[in-house]
C-alpha cells in the first residue's frame, strides 16, 4: 500500500488506533508484533483498517453507459459471430460486491435485448432464464480483504446502499427482506467472491473485461504500471480495462488504446508483440 505525503494522517491515525485496541505504546513495539508469527491475525486487522471500501451500485453511469451501449454490444455480436457465446468480466478490488453487481444487471439486461433481436424458435422455458442459454456468463469478483468479500457474498443492501438503483432494477433483480434488499439468487449465481491480492501473479485469465475502478490509486506508479502489465496479460484479445474516474493509463503504457464517448473512458487493450 501507497500512502503519499497527503495520505499520511490517515496512515498514522488508523495505526494509532490499532495501537491503542492492542494496548501498545510504541510504534516500533506494533510494528515487530505484525512482523512475528503471532502477528497474523492483527496484520489482518489492520489491513481492514487501512483498506478504503468505498463503492456503489451504478458508480460512475458514464463509463457504464460506454460499457453497455458499445462494449457490451460489441462483444455481443463477435461472439455471436464465432460461436463461442461466454462472457467473463472481472470486478477487481470489488469491495462489497456493489460493483459487480452492477455488472450482472448490466450483462443480463444486454443479452435479453439481444435474444429479442435474434430469430430464434419461441421460447419454451418460462420463466426466462436470465442469461439466455446457450450464453453463459462469468464474473469473477476479488479483493483482499475477507469481510467484503463476505458482504459481497451475502448480497443483501441497506435503503441508503441502494439510493443508486433505480425502482426498474429494484423490481428485477432484488428481493426485499424486511427493511433491507437482496440480490435474486439468479444474480448472484454469475458472481464467484474470491480472495485475490492484485501485487501477485495469479490472477483470473480470459477476462473479456477488466473493472478495476479505484483500487490503482493507492497503489505507487511502479505497482501501477506492474498492475497494468498483468492486466494486458489477463485480457483476452480486444478486451476492455475500465479503471476508475480519477484513474488513469496516460503515461503508463502503450499496450492500450484509450476509448471516449459520452464522457465515459475505457481502455481497449492492444495485441503487442513481445
Ligand atoms: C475504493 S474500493 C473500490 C470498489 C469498487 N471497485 C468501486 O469502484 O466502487 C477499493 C477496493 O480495493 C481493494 N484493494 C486494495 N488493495 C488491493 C489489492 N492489493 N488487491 C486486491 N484488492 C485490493 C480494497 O480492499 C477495496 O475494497
Request: with cysteine.
Amino acid at each position: 500500500m501507497f500512502f503519499d505525503a497527503r495520505r499520511a494522517h490517515f496512515l498514522q491515525d488508523r495505526l494509532q488506533r490499532r495501537l491503542r485496541e492492542c494496548r501498545m505504546d510504541s510504534f516500533y513495539s506494533y510494528y515487530r508484533l505484525l512482523i512475528s508469527a503471532e502477528g497474523k491475525h492483527e496484520l489482518a486487522r489492520l489491513l481492514e483498517d487501512l483498506t478504503v471500501n468505498e463503492t456503489s451500485f451504478f458508480r460512475n453511469k458514464a463509463q457504464l453507459e460506454l460499457f453497455h451501449k458499445h462494449i457490451l454490444d460489441e462483444l455481443i455480436r463477435k461472439k455471436e459471430a464465432s460461436g463461442n457465446r461466454g462472457l467473463r468480466i472481472w470486478s477487481a478490488g470489488c469491495s462489497t460486491g456493489q460493483e459487480a453487481y452492477t455488472i450482472a444487471m448490466l450483462v443480463a439486461d444486454a443479452l435479453g435485448y439481444h435474444q429479442l433481436r435474434m430469430p430464434r424458435p419461441a421460447e419454451t422455458t418460462w420463466p426466462k432464464p436470465l442469461v439466455p442459454p446457450p450464453w453463459t456468463v462469468e464474473i469473477p469478483a476479488s479483493d483482499i480483504s475477507y469481510s467484503v468479500l463476505r458482504a459481497g457474498q451475502e448480497g443483501i443492501y441497506s435503503e441508503h446502499q441502494m439510493a443508486t438503483v433505480d425502482y426498474n432494477y429494484r423490481l428485477r433483480y432484488f428481493d426485499k427482506v424486511g427493511e433491507r434488499y437482496a440480490v435474486k439468487t439468479a444474480v448472484k449465481e454469475l458472481i464467484h467472491f474470491d480472495f485475490h491480492n492484485l501485487k501477485t501473479e495469479f490472477l483470473p485469465q480470459r477476462n473479456d473485461v477488466i473493472f478495476c475502478r479505484n483500487v490503482m490509486m493507492y497503489f505507487d506508479e511502479a505497482e501501477q504500471r506492474r498492475l497494468i502489465e498483468k492486466f494486458h496479460r489477463c485480457l483476452a484479445p480486444d478486451g476492455y480495462l475500465l479503471v476508475g474516474h480519477a484513474e488513469s493509463l496516460l503515461g503508463l503504457t502503450d499496450k492500450f488504446a484509450m476509448v471516449y464517448r459520452d464522457s465515459g473512458t475505457a481502455y481497449r487493450r492492444i495485441e503487442v508483440s513481445e
